[in-house]
């Protein structure tokens, strides 16, 4: 049902949805079962470095504000060419890349 509200979650694994007053909160993770292409060289990796949490505090449904907390993957790139040695998976529609990331 998530998925039919926020369209953009389809593609992650959605863990808890909490509801309290004025705030839908919502508790998701990109999905391990899914390959993520490297954005410098496109290389298809499965291959964890880490996980880390992202926050998204801007949406609304039905005049309720939602907080979705998003535990992204990083993965490292499987093309020992490539100058990227991770990377952080994007959720389409969800986050956009980090423009002055320190992460190589």
């Given at each position: 049902m998530v998925g039919d509200l926020l369209p953009q979650l389809a593609a992650v694994q959605v863990e808890r949805v909490e509801a309290s007053g004025d705030?839908?909160?919502?508790?998701?993770?990109t999905r391990d079962d899914l390959l993520a292409a490297c954005p410098l060289c496109g290389q298809s990796s499965d291959w964890v470095h880490s996980?880390?949490?992202?926050?998204?505090?801007?949406?609304?449904?039905?005049?309720?504000?939602?907080a979705i907390?998003?535990?992204?993957?990083r993965l490292h790139c499987e093309n020992p060419a490539c100058e990227k040695v991770t990377f952080a998976e994007q959720v389409d529609g969800l986050f956009q890349p980090r423009g002055c990331s320190r992460w190589r």
């Open positions: 705030l839908l909160r919502i508790t998701a993770r996980r880390y949490e992202r926050y998204v505090a801007d949406e609304a449904v039905g005049g309720r504000a939602v907390d998003l535990s992204v993957r």
